[in-house]
Nanobody
Framework: QVQLVESGGGLVQAGGSLRLSCAASGRTFASYAMGWFRQAPGKEREFVAAISWSASNIYYADSVKGRFLISRDNAKNTVYLQMNSLKPEDTAEYYC?????????????????WGQGTQVTVSS
């Protein structure tokens, strides 16, 4: 099990950027694939991006491809989500999640551990 804490959310104007961080506890972080998901009010949680333990596999939702960049620093037990060219429709609570020995699944049901979330609000 790993504990996850997200940070970096906030209010930004459309076209702006934010970088989310997700810090993980434990010494086995490098064995986890990591994912970012988001949930907007009144909507189901959706996949945003995922990265395998070695960063050899990276996946993005079509809606964020070319604008968002997921990365990880295993020495710091941290995964990042760089969000550029933000749009009002990116407004949501963003969650990071960990998948033991995973490849970087887009399915939230594959993830074992979740953070508490960080709010991102993009104004038009």
């Amino acid at each position: 099990q790993v504990q996850l804490v997200e940070s970096g959310g906030g209010l930004v104007q459309a076209g702006g950027s934010l970088r989310l961080s997700c810090a993980a506890s434990g010494r086995t972080f490098a064995s986890y694939a990591m994912g970012w998901f988001r949930q907007a009010p009144g909507k189901e949680r959706e996949f945003v991006a995922a990265i395998s333990w070695s960063a050899s596999n990276i996946y993005y939702a079509d809606s964020v491809k070319g604008r968002f960049l997921i990365s990880r620093d295993n020495a710091k037990n941290t995964v990042y989500l760089q969000m550029n060219s933000l749009k009002p429709e990116d407004t949501a609570e963003y969650y990071c999640a960990a998948h033991w020995r995973g490849y970087g699944s887009t399915n939230e049901n594959d993830y074992n551990d979740w953070g508490q979330g960080t709010q991102v609000t993009v104004s038009s």
